[in-house]
């Protein structure tokens, strides 16, 4: 299980709730590699489970959590962000 960022009472629109609410920035696709990302950024995947009728903003704090969220055979649609590291982590609720 990883870290999420919550949206209380939101089901949908959760990557664009993130860049305006918490200047993120919206990305047109995934980076080719985890280390692309800057230092000062975290990654943000927001996964649309279509099957559930919600979408989860997943933090991807190493490069293990990066490959679960890039895995070739998982089709859900997906929106991908940088945000501050501090408030991915603040908001994801992350501990080292």
């Known amino acids: 299980m990883g ?16 860049v305006m609410e918490h200047d993120g920035e919206l990305l047109d696709g995934p980076p080719k590699n985890f280390d692309d990302i800057p230092p000062d950024k975290g990654l943000i995947c927001v996964v649309d489970n279509l099957d559930f009728g919600f979408e989860a903003a997943g933090f991807c ?9 890039t895995f070739p055979l998982d089709h859900r ?3 991908w962000l940088l945000l501050d590291i501090d ?6 609720g992350f501990r080292e």
């Open 3 to 18: 870290y999420y960022i919550e949206t209380p009472g939101q089901n949908h629109g959760k990557a664009e709730k993130i």
């Open 77 to 79: 649609p997906k929106q």
């Open 61 to 69: 704090f190493n490069e293990h959590e990066f490959r679960s969220f």
């Open 87 to 92: 408030k991915a982590k603040s908001l994801s």
